[in-house]
Nanobody, 123 residues
Framework: QVQLEESGGGLVQAGGSLRLSCAAS????????MAWFRQAPGKEREFVAR????????TYADSVKGRFIISRDNAKNTLYLQMSSLKPEDTATYYC????????????????WGQGTQVTVSS
């Protein structure tokens, strides 16, 4: 089993920045593909970014491209999401997820999830 714990969320003004972390325990993350998703109230969980095991292949949702950076430190067993130029529409609970399979954009393909961290962007 792998346990994932997100941190780093909070309240920030539009245009500001936050860095989310996802610390894993129980197993090394180095053999897993990982992703960030987010879910706003009343909306479906949506893909934000994904990264393969080595960090060499990265994909972003169009809505965050150029503003967010996903990265991982396998030695620290941690996934990151650097968020800049935040907008009110980025307000959501952010989740990290892990899969032993192909890192798709569908939350259904991910096996392990954290509990989420709230990001609120004020206008």
């Amino acid at each position: 089993q792998v346990q994932l714990e997100e941190s780093g969320g909070g309240l920030v003004q539009a245009g500001g920045s936050l860095r989310l972390s996802c610390a894993a325990s129980g197993r090394t993350i180095s053999i897993y593909n990982m992703a960030w998703f987010r879910q706003a109230p009343g909306k479906e969980r949506e893909f934000v970014a994904r990264i393969n095991t080595s960090g060499g292949t990265i994909t972003y949702a169009d809505s965050v491209k150029g503003r967010f950076i996903i990265s991982r430190d396998n030695a620290k067993n941690t996934l990151y999401l650097q968020m800049s130029s935040l907008k009110p529409e980025d307000t959501a609970t952010y989740y990290c997820a892990l899969t032993a399979g192909w890192p798709s954009r569908s939350p259904n393909d991910y096996n392990y999830w954290g509990q989420g961290t709230q990001v609120t962007v004020s206008s």
